[in-house]
């Protein structure tokens, strides 16, 4: 049975369509409403009132109409509050606070030395600590943040956490109502690497695509994906574990590891064996460069050998997936990609029928961060009003 709408089920409809309006095409005065929606004037003048007096819109000067009185135009009130975006990772913390169209107005990064020691605790404070000090640098308080939304590593399900034990970690500690208790903002946890793909079709390489394989190898490996412009994240919130994809025979265990057989055969531990120091991001692009030069022959064959199951992996999921565009993230995606995309390219042509384009990620780990901030803006714009 259809639900009867009300007058104020109305209203709020119609105040949703003006914010929407003002939010995606940009200032307009009361006029251009009511011809953009087809919505009478003092329909359009009444429900304006009410998002003028909630600090929803605000008027912004007047138009440039060459006739009659000059209109008023109206906006989205960007500054109404903000979103904290925060890339929650095994090694850093990265954040980001955003207005509510998104525009950034400051970012950090800090290392998570917490994690190292599996301290929960400390690591929530870090990042309790971390948005502190982004409010005051920017002037903000507590009260100015709407939403907080953390990526972090596994898979989140029923208050437990999948695939990347340390986060058990932070659901113990119970990261929610701790932040939630500290800022009086609403706090959302989801799968990093979902919010990567999310940052890259927002504001990234994806911008112009609708079907996105997105893959994010750095310290371990998992992809999400988006068809038809819509975030799919499967039965159990686990598409996308591509590291437990099987690309050669040797490797079928005989019992289940979340270590999974692709991710193993890709793993960051076999490179670091050849690193100078512990400091991965910096060296693995002295490692390629040294490769490129012919340098140590073992660690070109380890780089050879990573090289050539990314391939067939990347095979296997265009094969299953179609996807428009494949988007490489990550500090090893990355880097081997500048080395390899051409073989990988070659790869493709040579074993699926319709091969997609092949991208680098261009946001420089920024697409977590950006990600977090637009799930936090479809939070709030869904529950405004």
Same mark, same amino acid.
Request: with cysteine; hydrophobic share 40%.
């Given at each position: ?95 980001? /606070? ?118 994010? #190898? ?37 019992? #289940? ?29 002295? /490692?390629?460069?040294? #490769? ?67 991208? /680098?990620?261009? /946001? ?18 869904? #529950?405004?009003?």
């Amino acid at each position: 049975m259809q639900k009867t709408r009300t007058t104020e089920t109305i209203a709020e409809y119609n105040k949703k369509l003006i914010l929407d309006t003002l939010r995606f095409n940009g200032s307009m005065s009361r006029a251009d409403l009511s011809r953009h929606l087809n919505m009478s004037f003092p329909a359009i003048s009444s429900n304006v009132k009410g998002l003028l007096d909630a600090g929803y819109i605000m008027e912004i000067g007047t138009g440039n109409n060459a006739m009659g009185r000059k209109s008023t135009m109206l906006a989205f009130n960007a500054q109404r509050g903000y979103i904290v975006g925060v890339d929650l990772g095994r090694f850093r913390i990265r954040m980001m /606070l955003a207005d509510l169209l998104g525009n950034e107005v400051a970012s950090t990064e800090i290392t998570n030395s917490a994690n190292l020691s599996g301290d929960g605790k400390q690591s929530i404070q870090l990042i309790h600590d971390q948005i502190s000090s982004i409010l005051e640098q920017t002037g903000k308080t507590k009260h100015d943040v709407l939403c907080i939304v953390i990526g972090i590593p596994g898979i989140i399900k029923d208050g437990r956490s999948f695939l990347a034990p340390f986060t058990e970690n932070y659901l113990e500690q119970d990261m929610i109502g701790s932040l939630q208790e500290a800022f009086e903002a609403d706090v959302l946890l989801e799968n990093c690497v979902n919010l990567g793909v999310i940052g890259e079709q927002w504001k990234g390489s994806g911008v112009n695509y609708k079907d996105i394989l997105y893959i994010a #190898y750095g310290v371990g490996l998992g992809s999400a994906l988006i068809v038809d412009g819509k975030l799919y994240k499967g039965a159990n919130s686990a598409a996308g574990e591509v590291g437990f994809m099987i690309t050669d025979p040797t490797r079928i265990d005989k019992q #289940y590891n979340e270590i999974g057989s692709l991710e193993e055969a890709l793993s960051r531990g076999k490179i670091n064996n050849y690193l100078d120091s512990g400091k991965f991001d910096e060296e693995i692009v002295k /490692l390629i460069e040294r #490769y490129k030069n012919g340098g140590n022959t073992y660690a070109k064959l380890i780089i050879d050998e990573i090289a050539l199951h990314f391939g067939m992996a990347l095979v296997n999921m265009c094969a299953l997936l179609n996807p428009e565009v494949v988007i490489i993230a990550g500090g090893l995606g990355a880097n081997l990609g500048k080395l390899f995309v051409d073989q990988w390219k070659e790869t493709l042509s040579n074993h699926v029928p319709f091969v997609p384009d092949l991208l /680098l990620s261009e /946001l420089n780990h920024r697409e977590t961060m950006l990600g977090a901030v637009m799930i936090g803006i479809t939070h709030i714009h869904e #529950y405004t009003i």
